[in-house]
């Protein structure tokens, strides 16, 4: 499988397959799917001065999972130890 996978960030025209992929994991978690519009998508995840970035894994042209992280400085925080942080998430979802 690893030959053929590849890694790029979202762009806006990902944002269906993005949506499907959430909603897949929400009704195997019996959630709720999640309320995202395509605005949201653009301001929240995409640009270099979104909050947050999507990374998508693409398999034969098919998104297959998203990473998503957000990068923070941590300059004034009361936590002492930390100097900058990476929070990541990752989920895979399969038909």
């Not at 030959?3 to 994991?25: E, G, S, T, W, Y």
């Not at 894994?57 to 300059?75: D, P």
């Amino acid at each position: 499988m690893r030959d053929n996978l590849i890694f790029r960030f979202a762009a806006a025209a990902d944002f269906a397959a993005v949506l499907h992929l959430a909603c897949q994991l929400a009704k195997q978690i019996e959630a709720v799917a999640p309320p995202l519009t395509i605005a949201q998508f653009e301001k929240y995840y995409l640009g270099l001065h979104a909050p947050m970035r999507l990374l998508l894994a693409v398999y034969y042209n098919r998104i297959v999972g998203t990473i998503s992280w957000t990068l923070m400085h941590e300059r004034y925080s009361a936590d002492t130890n930390a100097t900058s942080g990476l929070s990541q998430s990752k989920r895979y979802w399969h038909d």
